[in-house]
């Protein structure tokens, strides 16, 4: 009996290949063979859990009626309506200074005024040179009058044989030098006349003067600063005219300028006043581009109503520009149309059976792009659901303020419910 188990067992071992005279070839083909059972028993499982899975789920939202504004942004800084600056004309020494910052002014009041010892000595010089100047004018109408008579005199003699041809002559040459030195003088007197004219004038513009009533902005100077004007003026006073009423210039991208017009209100907001927004209306907008880091801007000025001078100049602003607004529009989200459902949701793939499930068609994502048809940007679609699936709805939009769109054609009405997004699948 124990013969015959063991004859068994080396049966078996034979079998299995396990004897001491198997292969080990023979080994490797059985271990094979046992992965590849394995690995299809759980492909086959996963397709089977993979089927049993839930449908996508999406994301709705209706469309609906409503008003759509549509505006454009720029940024900005606020300005007075007409800003001044004051500086001398004049090098000198700074002896007052007659007003700070934020003072009230009116037109003509006294800003400052220069050390004037040595202005008002030239003044006294040009005046005396004046003075002798008409003395020697004076001198040279006395010099005619007596060399006219002369030589007059000279003539009537002459008439008579008493006076000869050389005197005559003589005579008749001092007169025209004494006219000549007349001339000179007179000459003379004009020139230090208008020595004096400049001098004076630089004696009153040693007092520096508002040109305008309003504001002092800024105060660059104080009394003993010394102030060169030898190649430009300098700036000693900033003023504002009038603070109640000023100016917000803002930089309007190039995309948007078309958009932009004359007359178009708009609101805006500073850091200042959080939750507060204020009043605008263009008043210009410049043909001139402006280039900063490449990117190309128009300069936009609007008028700002400041009666309670809340706003100050210089403060940054964020305005929004009303270039269209549209009432009793059907409107759909944005979301709606970015939307596009994934090619996984089609039935052509899930029903390929286990041999589709192992060698897919590749998947796209979503897109985010508007989906354009026949391109045509206003032509657009979206997706509304019927039996649980995605089925597209070509629409013609219009207007959008980002948020919302408006559409103009298509079969769409009031409650139309699109999608707008997938939601994840459970895990």
Same mark, same amino acid.
């Given at each position: 009996m124990t013969n015959n188990a063991t004859e068994r /067992? %080396?049966?078996?071992?034979?079998? $299995?290949g396990l004897g001491s005279h198997s292969t080990g070839r023979k080994r490797w083909k059985w271990l094979l063979a046992a992965m590849a059972v394995l690995a299809l028993t759980g492909i086959v499982v996963t397709y089977q859990s993979a089927g049993n899975s839930p449908k996508t789920q999406f994301k709705t939202a209706q469309a609906q009626w409503g008003n759509l504004t549509v505006t454009v942004t720029a940024t900005g800084t606020l300005e007075p309506v007409n800003q001044v600056d004051v500086g001398s004309e004049l090098s000198g020494t700074i002896e007052t200074v007659e007003v700070d910052y934020n003072h009230q002014i009116e037109r003509g009041q006294v800003l400052a005024r220069l050390d004037t010892d040595r202005l008002e000595a030239e003044v006294i010089q040009a005046r005396a040179s004046l003075d002798s100047a008409k003395a020697k004018e004076q001198e040279a109408k006395a010099t005619v009058l007596e060399t006219r008579l002369r030589f007059e005199r000279c003539q009537k003699l002459a008439q008579r044989q008493l006076c000869s041809q050389e005197e005559l002559d003589t005579t008749r040459a001092a007169y025209a030098r004494?006219?000549?030195?007349?001339? /000179?003088?007179?000459?003379q007197v004009a020139v230090a006349r208008a020595t004096l004219d400049t001098h004076e004038t630089d004696l009153a513009k040693a007092v520096i003067r508002s040109p305008i009533s309003g504001i002092? $902005?800024? =105060?660059?100077v104080e009394p003993g600063q010394t102030v060169a004007a030898s190649f430009q003026t300098p700036v000693l006073f900033t003023l504002a005219e009038d603070l109640t009423q000023m100016e917000l210039h803002v930089d309007v991208d190039?995309?948007?300028?078309g958009q932009v017009k004359e007359g178009q209100r708009a609101t805006f907001t500073v850091d200042a006043y959080p939750g507060r927004i204020f009043s605008a209306q263009i008043?210009?907008? =410049?043909y001139g581009a402006?280039?900063?880091d490449g990117v190309i801007t128009y300069e936009t000025v609007l008028r700002v109503n400041n009666s309670d001078l809340s706003l100050r100049p210089g403060m940054t602003a964020t305005a929004d520009i009303v270039v269209e607004q549209v009432e009793n529009a059907l409107l759909i989200p944005n979301r709606a $149309?970015?939307?596009t459902p994934p090619v996984? %949701?089609?039935?052509?793939?899930?029903? =390929?059976? $286990?041999?589709?499930?192992l060698f897919p068609h590749p998947s796209r994502s979503p897109s985010k792009q508007r989906p354009e048809v026949n391109g045509n940007p206003q032509q657009q679609r979206v997706w509304s659901l019927q039996e649980g699936r995605p089925t597209a709805l070509p629409i013609t939009i219009g207007a959008t303020d980002g948020i919302m769109t408006q559409v103009l054609e298509g079969e769409i009405e009031p409650g139309t419910v699109l999608v707008t997004d997938t939601l994840p699948r459970p895990s």
């Open positions: /067992s %080396d049966d078996i071992s034979q079998v $299995l004494a006219q000549a030195a007349e001339a /000179s003088a007179k000459a002092v $902005l800024v =105060r660059a190039e995309a948007d300028v008043t210009q907008v =410049r402006q280039e900063i $149309l970015r939307f996984q %949701d089609k039935p052509s793939t899930s029903n =390929r059976g $286990l041999i589709g499930y």
